[in-house]
């Protein structure tokens, strides 16, 4: 079975700081996929960025970076220079080798101050 | 905007009645994912179709039951409701999902918010 662990509810951060919201993950699937989304109040679900297991090196979507440390089981995400367009829910989310199903982690609230 | 359409966007309703949640996936996409997502459980799987088959089966109670149509639209009935169904319910879509597809994105829809009084 695959678990995804969030460990922070909450994080507040001023606008233009950068900020990393950590994941932890656990599976004994050797094969796997990574994925952050961000859900704004509004509702909607947002894919961020993705990052495979057998990926070298860590993903980059623009402002959004995945630190990937497999040995560790975390894939943190870092936001560069943060907006506060950028405040939202932000969940981890893994797909193991065969399962189609995302599993989630609890998520964290991220709130970016003027 | 993510291409996958879910009607409708609210839905207030009362305890023992039926529902239809449908959700359009983006044009192309062969799979339809339903989540729930309530304050105590999280995001959470309900089930997967591919191409008009059910592919894969999460936590979905036996009240609840899912199907996907030729034009691969897809269509999650709620019955006998009761207080704790009330959640945000996801569909998403995919390219892949027919078996070994590690990066294919699924891309969720606005959801369909259930109260259910």
């Known amino acids: 079975a695959q678990k995804i662990t969030q460990t922070q509810p909450g994080m507040f951060v001023q606008e233009k700081e950068a900020v990393t919201l950590d994941c932890t993950y656990d599976t004994s699937d050797p094969s796997y996929g990574l994925f952050w989304y961000k859900q704004p109040s509004s509702g909607e679900m947002i894919f961020l960025i993705y990052?495979?297991?057998?990926?070298?090196q860590n993903a980059t979507e623009g402002r959004y970076s995945l630190n990937f440390q497999k040995a560790r089981k975390s894939a943190n995400l870092v936001i560069s220079a943060s907006q506060l367009g950028d405040s939202a829910m932000y969940f981890c989310a893994m797909r193991a080798q065969g399962a189609q199903k995302l599993v989630f982690g609890q998520g964290t609230r991220l709130t970016i101050n003027p | 905007d993510s291409g996958v359409t879910q009607t409708p966007k609210h839905l207030i309703t009362a305890t023992g009645q039926r529902v239809t949640l449908r959700c359009s996936p983006r044009s192309g996409d062969l799979s339809v994912y339903w989540y729930q997502q309530s304050l105590d459980q999280g995001l959470q799987f309900l089930i997967q179709y591919y191409n008009g088959e059910e592919r894969a089966k999460g936590n979905i109670l036996e009240r609840f039951s899912a199907q996907q149509f030729p034009d691969l639209h897809s269509e999650l009935n709620l019955s006998s409701l009761e207080l704790g169904d009330s959640a945000l319910y996801f569909c998403?879509?995919?390219?892949?999902?027919?078996?070994?597809?590690?990066?294919?994105?699924?891309?969720f829809g606005q959801g369909t918010r259930l109260t259910v009084v």
């Open positions: 998403a879509s995919s390219d892949g999902g027919g078996g070994g597809d590690l990066n294919t994105e699924a891309f």
């Open positions: 990052q495979g297991s057998y990926d070298q």
